[in-house]
């Protein structure tokens, strides 16, 4: 229901949002308390409730391999990365809660399909070398994204970003350690590696949104600092920096026109496959059905221990309003 009232940040030129807007242009951050546009409300609720399920939800494709993990060391490391994860939807629910929605209702939207979570949980992992793919490259861009969101405006969702960054540096250096054990290893399992490079390349750039031409939301929320840079600058930024991690590794990079623009300063390199980035997020990826099964299936699931606690909650209430 919260996804289907953001269809357009409605301009507003009440005194208020003025006031709203210089505090936000002088570095100012929003609390919970404080007034706000509806419109900004609105955004954040978008954008961190998408958030939060993009973390819950990918937990699902490394969840997978933990049972499969070829040593007890890894076993542990990756245990503990998947808690990280949901850790980070959990603060991050937190945060949505302040703007006076129910994480009962953020559930619901996404089960329902109302709500969105990050296209790159929807493709499988099929082999060990898919964990560091997704630890090096999905966390790679992770972080990426995150890291100026620590100076976000909403208070609450700034404060989260910072525990999350760190988390995240953690598990981008352990997939990268595992794809440079797998490329200093036999020929087998370097093929292994350059395998799930191929298949995670282009989903890892589509992590960062539509090409600015066709993002619709980012001249608002950067207006707001609910975004601090655009699609595009932070997906120039990753491919940059992810270049010469995979030179080091003797990976390459399955993309024939990538190469470095000294004019530019940057590397040049090939856009995702629009048309299979919208289809993902419509729905038609690989493992979204398997996804949403999962998740619907743990939301039933745990049905009887948050009736539990409620009713806990309510009898410790009614007690204490007794006393
Ligand atoms: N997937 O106008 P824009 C992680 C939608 S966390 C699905 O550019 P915006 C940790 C977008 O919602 C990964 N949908 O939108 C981890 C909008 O649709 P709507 C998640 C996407 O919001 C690692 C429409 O397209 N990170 O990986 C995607 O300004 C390993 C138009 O797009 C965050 O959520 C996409 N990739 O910019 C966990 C970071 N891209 O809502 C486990 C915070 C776009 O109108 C294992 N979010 N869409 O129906 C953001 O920075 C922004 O929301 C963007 C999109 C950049 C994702």
Sequence with gaps: MYAQMVTSEAADDSPEARA???????GEKIEPKDWMPEAYRRTLIRQIGQH???EIVGQLPEGNWITRAPTLERKAI???????????????YCAAETLGVSRDDLTEDLLSGRMKYSSIFNYPTLTWADMGAVGWLVDGAAIMNQVPLQRTSYGPYARAMVRICKEESFHQRQG???????????PAQKRMAQDAMNRFWYPALMMFGPSDKDSVHSAQSMAWRIKINTNDELRQKFVDETVPQAEFLGLAIPDTDLRWNEERGHYDFSEPD???FYDVIKGNGP????RMTARRKAWDDGAWVREGLLAHARKKAGKVAAE
Excluded: P
């Design 20 to 26: 709203f807007q210089a505090r936000i242009d002088a």
């Design 52 to 54: 939060a399920h993009s």
């Design 78 to 92: 990756l245990l503990a990365k998947v808690q990280d994860e949901a850790g980070h939807g959990l603060y991050l």
């Design 176 to 186: 990268y350690d595992i794809m440079l054990k797998m490329c200093r290893g036999t």
């Design 274 to 276: 629009w048309t299979e």
């Design 287 to 290: 493992c979204n059905v398997e």
